[in-house]
């Protein structure tokens, strides 16, 4: 494809673009994941921090079965949750 068949296509989609409305509704902000071919939706505003995975994650006696334990993430100790 040259420029101005590319020129064309940017051109063309342009004009088919609809106007964008403003519209007030509510937002929510959700962090959807998957684990083993399920997709899951969490709501972000319950979300701190998405962690790489790599972090020592120590046991703490006692805890439900869904509490993995706690992390040190920057001095502050976070639990972590098994899902």
Known sequence: MDK???D????QQHNNQQEIVDVDEPVIKLV???LVEHHFA???SSIKEV?????????????PTSV????????????VITL
């Open 8 to 11: 064309q296509l940017l051109a």
């Open 32 to 34: 959807i994941f998957s």
């Open 4 to 6: 101005a068949q590319l």
């Open 42 to 44: 969490v709501l972000g």
């Open 68 to 79: 993995e334990g706690v992390i040190n993430i920057r001095g502050d100790i976070e639990s």
């Open 51 to 63: 962690l790489q995975g790599n972090e020592t994650v120590f046991f703490v006696p006692g805890m």
